[in-house]
C-alpha cells in the first residue's frame, strides 16, 4: 500500500473519528440544555446576506436561497430554536424615511415555512470590516450628514465628524461615533418603529429582538477594526477611538462639569492647563513610548480619561436599550412580549497582564479600587448597567461572546494572555448576582470543528450560568460535512429536547 494512500486513508478515519466525537457532544450540548432548565435555548446565526439583497426574487439569488432553505431545514432536524439574521441598516433605509422591506419579507418566509423562530439583529453597523465578514453593506449615507455636519471626500474615502477618529489619525465608517448619539437618537428610534410597524404580524415567531449597539453590533468602540490596520489587532492591545472633534469636546464638557474651573483640574491632575481648550485625550505620540508604559492610566488624568471614555460607552447602550423599550416595550406596542437582547465582547486577550485590550475597547475603567474584585465584576460593573439600569430585566438578555475559548497564553507564536474561559465564568456569576439574563455565542466559525470547544459552551450552559447559546454560523451546523447519517444521530440525540415546547416553540 502506497504512502500516499495510507494517508489518505488515515485523515478519512481522523475526520470519522472527529464527526463522532462532534456529534455525541453536540448531542450532549442540547439533551444537557433541555434537562437543565426549560428556558435554554440553543440559536444559530443565519447567513450574513442571501443571495443578492437588492434583488432577493432573481434568477441569480435562486440557488443561494435554496441552500438556505436547505440548511435550515437540518437546522430544524437539528432541533435547533431560532435563527437570527442581521437586518442592515443600510439595505431596509438606504435614504432617509424611505424604507425597503422585499429581502427581508423574502426571509422571514422562509425561515417561518422551515418552522423556525426568528432572532433578528437590528443592525445599525456596516457589514463589511470583521472577522468572517463577506459582503458590504455600509451604514445609510445619508446619517454622516445628520445634524448639518459635511461629508467630504479625502483620497475618495468617506469623511464626517459623525465617525470616530482613532489614535493614528483613521476614521472609521463602521458605526457612528457614540458622541453624535443626540444627532441620532431619532434615527434610531424611527428604524426600531418601522421595524415594527412591518413585522408586527410575525410576533409570534420572533424570539428576541437584539439591538446593535457598535461595531460588529457589540457594546464597544472601534479599537482593534480594519480603518487602524495591523496597529490595534489581535492580540494587540488596540487603538483608543477618542480623538474626533466630537470626542474632545465632550471630554472637556465632562471635566468641566465634574471640577468647575481649570485651576481645579490642575489641582488635581498636577498640570499646568491655562483653561478647559487645552485638554485633549493623551498624546497619541506617547501612548507608546510613555503613558501605557509609566503607568499612566492609573494616574489621576488617566483615571478621568477612561472614566469618562467607558461612560460614553455606556450612555449609548443604555440610551439604545432606552429606545428599544420606548418602541417594543409599550402597553399598545405589537411587540411588547418580546426579549430585548444586545451583545458583549470577549476581548479575552491580554486580560492575565495588562488588560489594555478591553480598556482600548472601552469595557473597563483605571479608577476601580480592583479590576479582579468580584464587587467590581471584573471590570465590567458599569457595562452590566446597560442590562439593569432598564424599565424591565427580565425583558432583556446580555450575550456574550467567546464562550467557546480555553484560557490560554499563547496561539502559535504569539503571547496572548487570554482568559477567555475565566471570563466566561466570572460574567456568568456576575450576571447571576445582577439578575441579568445571560446568554453565550461562540466567537469563530472555525470553533465548532474542535470537541474542546463544544465542551466548553456545554461548560457555560452547565456550570456557568448561561441560559443558552447562539452557534456561529448556520452553514458550520447544517452544511455537507455533516453526512445524513451523522445527522441522523444527532437528531435522535435531540428528539428530548425538541418536545419542550418552551424552548422550541413546536
Not at 150 to 157: I, P, V
Not at 224 to 235: E, K, L, S, T, V
Not at 301 to 329: I, P
Not at 442 to 465: D, I, T, V
Request: hydrophobic share 40%; with cysteine.
Amino acid at each position: 500500500m502506497s504512502l500516499a494512500l495510507k494517508s489518505g486513508m488515515k485523515s478519512k478515519l481522523n475526520k470519522a473519528l472527529m464527526m463522532n466525537i462532534l456529534v455525541t457532544l453536540l448531542g450532549l450540548l442540547f439533551s444537557f440544555s433541555a434537562h437543565s432548565s426549560p428556558e435554554v435555548t440553543v440559536n444559530v446565526m443565519g447567513p450574513l446576506l442571501v443571495g443578492n439583497p437588492h434583488e432577493p426574487l432573481s434568477s441569480q439569488s435562486a440557488a443561494d436561497w435554496n441552500a438556505f432553505e436547505a440548511q435550515l431545514r437540518r437546522a430544524k432536524q437539528l432541533g435547533v430554536n431560532a435563527v437570527s439574521t442581521d437586518v442592515w441598516w443600510g439595505l431596509i433605509e438606504p435614504q432617509k424615511g424611505q424604507f425597503q422591506w422585499e429581502y427581508y419579507d423574502k426571509l422571514v418566509a422562509t425561515i417561518e415555512k422551515a418552522g423556525l423562530r426568528w432572532m433578528p439583529i437590528l443592525s445599525f453597523h456596516q457589514l463589511g470590516g470583521n472577522v468572517g465578514d463577506s459582503g458590504y453593506i455600509p451604514v445609510p449615507r445619508y446619517v454622516w450628514s445628520e445634524g448639518g455636519a459635511q461629508t467630504t471626500n479625502e483620497n475618495g474615502k468617506l469623511q464626517s465628524p459623525l465617525m470616530f477618529k482613532s489614535e493614528h489619525g483613521n476614521t472609521s465608517a463602521e458605526y457612528v461615533s457614540y458622541w453624535a448619539d443626540n444627532l441620532m437618537k431619532d434615527n434610531y428610534r424611527r428604524v426600531m418603529a418601522e421595524f415594527q410597524k412591518h413585522f408586527a404580524a410575525k410576533v409570534a415567531m420572533i424570539e428576541e429582538v437584539n439591538i446593535s449597539m457598535g461595531p460588529a453590533g457589540e457594546l464597544r468602540y472601534p479599537s482593534y477594526n480594519a480603518h487602524d490596520g495591523d496597529r490595534g489587532a489581535f492580540p494587540k492591545r488596540g487603538s483608543l477611538q477618542a480623538y474626533s472633534e466630537m470626542a474632545v469636546q465632550s471630554f472637556r464638557a465632562e471635566m468641566k462639569r465634574k471640577y468647575g474651573s481649570i485651576q481645579n483640574v490642575n489641582a488635581q491632575w498636577g498640570f499646568r492647563l491655562r483653561s478647559f481648550e487645552e485638554i485633549y485625550p493623551p498624546n497619541p505620540d506617547l501612548l507608546e513610548s510613555k503613558f501605557f508604559e509609566t503607568r499612566e492610566h492609573f494616574s489621576p488624568y488617566g483615571r478621568d480619561f477612561f472614566d469618562w471614555y467607558n461612560e460614553s460607552l455606556v450612555q449609548h447602550g443604555k440610551m439604545m436599550m432606552g429606545l428599544a423599550f420606548e418602541v417594543f416595550a409599550q402597553t399598545n406596542s405589537p411587540m411588547k412580549q418580546v426579549t430585548l437582547g444586545a451583545k458583549v465582547p470577549g476581548v479575552h486577550w491580554r486580560v492575565s497582564t495588562d488588560r489594555l485590550a478591553e480598556l482600548s475597547a472601552g469595557l473597563l475603567r483605571t479608577s476601580y479600587k480592583s479590576w479582579y474584585s468580584s464587587a467590581d465584576a471584573f471590570g465590567y460593573k458599569d457595562v452590566f448597567r446597560v442590562f439593569t439600569e432598564v424599565p424591565n430585566k427580565d425583558k432583556v438578555v446580555m450575550h456574550f461572546t467567546a464562550i467557546e475559548m480555553a484560557d490560554r497564553d499563547y496561539e502559535g507564536d504569539w503571547r496572548i494572555d487570554s482568559r477567555a474561559e475565566s471570563l466566561t465564568q466570572i460574567m456568568g456569576r456576575s450576571a447571576k448576582e445582577r439578575g441579568v439574563t445571560l446568554k453565550g455565542e461562540n466567537a469563530l466559525a472555525g470553533s465548532l470543528h474542535h470537541a474542546e470547544h463544544w465542551q466548553k459552551m456545554k461548560k457555560a450552559m452547565g456550570l456557568y450560568g448561561y441560559s443558552g447559546v447562539t452557534l456561529l454560523r448556520i452553514n458550520e451546523i447544517s452544511g455537507a460535512e455533516f453526512p445524513e447519517s451523522q445527522l441522523w444521530n444527532m437528531t435522535q440525540s435531540f428528539s428530548s429536547v425538541r418536545s419542550c415546547s418552551r424552548i422550541f416553540g413546536n
